[in-house]
């Protein structure tokens, strides 16, 4: 035992030397799979802790900066919002002289996307929200981008929202500038486009394409799509208007639905 | 068991550099290479046996990320703690001058290695323009933990001057 002992110690360099030649070839010739894992472990063992502390701190950092980002917003928007006020007070005052109708005032309540159908673009969304929030049937839904669509049917804790990719769905619109009007619906093959708008017409491209609140359905103002294109066919008494829509229908998220009260 | 603290801290040194002050020291895109600085140290300090091991795990846990290069990197680092270890054997590194040039060429000798193994193109440019300047720099860091360490810096120096 004493000898082995002896053995050992005077061939302690050379052991451990080959001890680390053998590693070093035995992860050499180790598959992908040794190596990963191997790279696991180290990263889990030294690296994380200091991952999470960076990634925690960048985290807060980017919270900063959408903080004062959205201070800024939020000062911007409460002056434009007082100008709004006055302009809506005025608005109101004008239209009671001329003994108009109240215009309705809505609403906001916030939804999120549960699921979302549609084979090459989403046409129908389910929402976390129904009949228990007061959601009924034909309610706008729209985001902070613009008009997503309307409720089509309702149960007692979701919906299903008819979006504006839906074929069957129109929507009442009007330039903004012009403030001409037509119907924007939607062809998988072509896009959006506004349609009935009479070559007598003023139109370019990159107008702002608003819902007029004709229709019965959306309200007036809710921005739809961008012009990208107008087309005038010689014998047609309309243009074919290609709009870019306002929303992004394939990254919906967080969703507003538009809830009507009469204003008193 | 109390001696092998001092080295797992090193390891964590290693990767809070990788994570956190990697970037936040990098010069022009010239970063301190902090694994070779501290395996030219224990080389210089320790004993063979102990750098032998401690390059092979400076090499797994410095150049976690490297993926095909690891190996190589693990190999490398080994190699080079050790031939470290063994000029200092043979030479008088008494001066720090000569200290100095024996942590220099052990990151120049890494970062051209380094080099090899993953530039495609542009051996020459990358070569003065970062691994160079890179040896440099780590060096600089050599020569401050050699002054505190020959207490050359001190604190009382320091506020001395300020």
């Known amino acids: 035992m004493n000898k082995i002992g002896n053995l050992f110690s005077k061939h302690i360099r050379n052991i451990h030397f080959t001890s680390v030649v053998i590693l070093i070839l035995a992860l050499l010739f180790a598959g992908t799979y040794i190596n990963s894992y191997i790279n696991q472990v180290v990263s889990v063992v030294f690296y994380s802790p200091f991952s999470i502390v960076k990634n925690s701190y960048l985290e807060l950092r980017k919270v900063n900066e959408d903080n004062e980002r959205l201070s800024q917003a939020l000062i911007n928007a409460t002056l434009k919002i007082s100008v709004y006020e006055e302009a809506e007070r005025e608005n109101q005052r004008l239209r009671s002289i001329l003994g108009f109708e109240p215009k309705p005032i809505y609403s906001l309540l916030p939804a999120e996307i549960v699921s979302i159908s549609g084979s090459y673009i989403p046409i129908s969304a389910i929402i976390n929200r129904g009949i228990n929030d007061s959601i009924a049937v034909d309610m706008p839904v729209i985001n902070e981008q613009g008009l997503i669509g309307r409720i089509s049917s309702v149960s007692s804790d979701a919906a299903v929202v008819q979006l504006l990719t839906d074929p069957s769905n129109r929507v009442a619109a009007r330039i903004t500038d012009s403030r001409e009007m037509g119907i924007v619906k939607y062809n998988s093959r072509s896009g959006m486009s506004l349609d009935n708008l009479p070559i007598q017409a003023t139109i370019s491209v990159g107008d702002e394409i608003i819902s007029s609140g004709l229709g019965g359905v959306y309200p007036s103002g809710l921005k739809v799509g961008t012009v990208n294109q107008v087309v005038k066919e010689e014998l047609e008494p309309f243009y074919t208007v290609h709009l870019d829509p306002a929303v992004n229908f394939y990254s919906l998220e967080e969703i507003f639905i538009l809830r009507e009260s009469i204003q008193e | ?162």
């Open chain 2, 1 to 162: 068991m109390t001696k092998y603290i001092p080295y797992l801290l090193y390891f964590w040194l290693i990767a809070m550099h990788q994570v956190f002050l990697s970037d936040v020291t990098s010069i022009f895109g010239v970063k301190i290479n902090l694994p070779l600085l501290i395996v030219a140290l224990v080389a210089v300090y320790k004993e063979e046996i102990e750098i032998l091991w401690f390059g092979f795990f400076v090499g797994l846990i410095g150049f976690q990320g490297a993926n095909d290069y690891m190996i190589w990197q693990v190999l490398m680092v080994t190699v080079i703690g050790v031939v470290t270890y063994h000029f200092k054997e043979r030479l008088n590194l008494e001066s720090l001058f000569a200290r100095l040039i024996l942590v220099f060429s052990v990151i120049l000798v890494h970062n051209i290695f380094t080099l090899l193994l993953e530039l495609n193109e542009g051996f020459f440019n990358t070569l003065f323009v970062n691994a160079l300047p890179s040896a440099v720099y780590t060096t600089i860091f050599g020569w401050i933990f050699f002054l505190i360490k020959n207490d050359r810096l001190t604190y009382k120096k320091i506020k001395s001057i300020f």
